[in-house]
């Protein structure tokens, strides 16, 4: 069955780093885009970044234009989200999103100031 493993969350002071991974199973990884979603405390979820299927072209929400980074391996079956720079207003669960009804468990990112 199509399995989505999020990992690499944790709790970083205002202005690190960190890096998310998922591990896709269960589908033709490489066909298809992928995306990472996040939900804060709140608010709705919402589109973070896209990858098309082999990386050539991404999209981002205007809050993380040149502070994240996604990206794909598609022989580890693997999408990255970079996030440098991060701001507490990033605090959020982060979900990694193939089609339909398919997420991720989520993994909590908690930026302190």
Request: some cysteine.
């Amino acid at each position: 069955q199509v399995q989505l493993v999020e990992s690499g969350g944790g709790l970083v002071q205002a202005g690190g780093s960190l890096r998310l991974s998922c591990a896709a199973s269960g589908f033709s990884f490489r066909d298809y885009a992928m995306s990472w979603y996040r939900q804060a405390p709140g608010k709705e979820r919402e589109l973070v970044a896209l990858i098309s299927r082999f990386g050539g072209s991404t999209n981002y929400a205007d809050s993380v234009k040149g502070r994240f980074t996604i990206s794909r391996d598609n022989l580890k079956r693997t999408v990255y989200l970079q996030m440098n720079s991060l701001k507490p207003e990033d605090t959020a669960v982060y979900y990694c999103y193939w089609r339909a009804n398919y997420w991720g468990q989520g993994t909590q990112v908690t930026v302190s100031s």
